[in-house]
């Protein structure tokens, strides 16, 4: 029986994997409906289910140069406001934009876990983070979230000029660490991006599953939470070895 191959490098996703980015959207929502009359009264997770589904409407049209970040973050808040305020002035969406994107950049905050992590592995392995955003935007967010240091390449979709799940970004994530498909594992919370592109480049993934939802492939590695630290090391650490 072929031995176990080493465990080199480990890639993360960045947003809802270390970043959270849902807690911080619906905490961003929370304090910008306070300051707003019309939405006030209406619950802060209609707003943050709303606000989803509009953001990955039109979040592919940015990375594929469609439209602009700033366009697009007019055109979902212009339709987020639609239903508590049918006629909103530009200016009015342009303020609610602004105000939501200033509550978004205070509030931001880790996945509980993702620093401990991060900081345990990085002596042993190397650390590459694949992303499909914009490269400044998620630089910046390393910084805030004192990650900068512990990862060794950023790769995202802005730079490469595809979108997880296509292997190409893996592809270019391997050739920026000098790593291969199978020293490597992908740790993502989104099933098709980053489970299934993951084992579309030959690298086995570990699904972060936060929600608890059920797991369609049993034999993929699976975490429910970033923590405890030490079980979770040993899972992704592990994660490359016969199932």
């Known amino acids: 029986m072929p031995s176990a191959p080493t465990i080199t490098t480990i890639l993360f996703d960045l947003d809802d ?8 959207a ?10 707003r ?11 943050y289910q709303h606000y989803s589904e509009l953001l990955e409407e039109v979040h592919p049209l940015v990375m594929t140069g469609r439209i602009s970040y700033l366009e697009a973050r007019q055109q979902r808040f212009a339709r987020l406001l639609a239903p508590y305020e049918p006629t909103p002035t530009a200016a009015e969406v342009a303020q609610l934009a602004e105000q939501h994107y200033g509550h978004y ?8 876990g993702a620093l401990a992590l991060l900081q345990a592995l990085k002596p042993a392995y190397k650390i590459g983070i694949i992303t499909n955003n914009r490269t400044a935007e998620q630089q910046e967010k ?3 979230l004192g990650m900068s240091h512990l990862v060794d390449a950023l790769i995202t979709s802005e730079d490469v000029g595809v979108l997880k799940p296509d292997p190409a970004i893996y592809v270019q994530a391997l050739q920026r660490l000098g790593a291969t498909p199978a020293e490597t594992v992908m740790v ?13 480049a030959g690298i086995r993934p570990v699904w972060l599953n936060r929600l608890g939802v059920a ?3 049993p034999q993929v590695a699976e975490l429910v939470s970033l923590e405890p630290l030490g079980s979770v090391y040993q899972v992704i650490t592990e994660a490359g070895y016969p199932q």
Request: proline share 9%; net charge positive.
């Open 105 to 112: 950049q205070q509030l931001r905050r880790p996945v509980p």
């Open 17 to 24: 994997t270390l970043f959270d980015h849902a807690g911080t």
């Open 188 to 200: 993502g919370d989104n099933w098709q991006a980053d489970v299934v592109g993951a084992l579309a």
């Open 215 to 217: 797991r369609p492939q």
């Open 142 to 144: 390393l910084r805030h």
């Open 37 to 47: 009359p019309t939405l006030q009264g209406v619950p802060v997770e209609t707003l």
């Open 26 to 35: 619906r905490a961003a929502l929370a304090a910008t409906a306070a300051r």
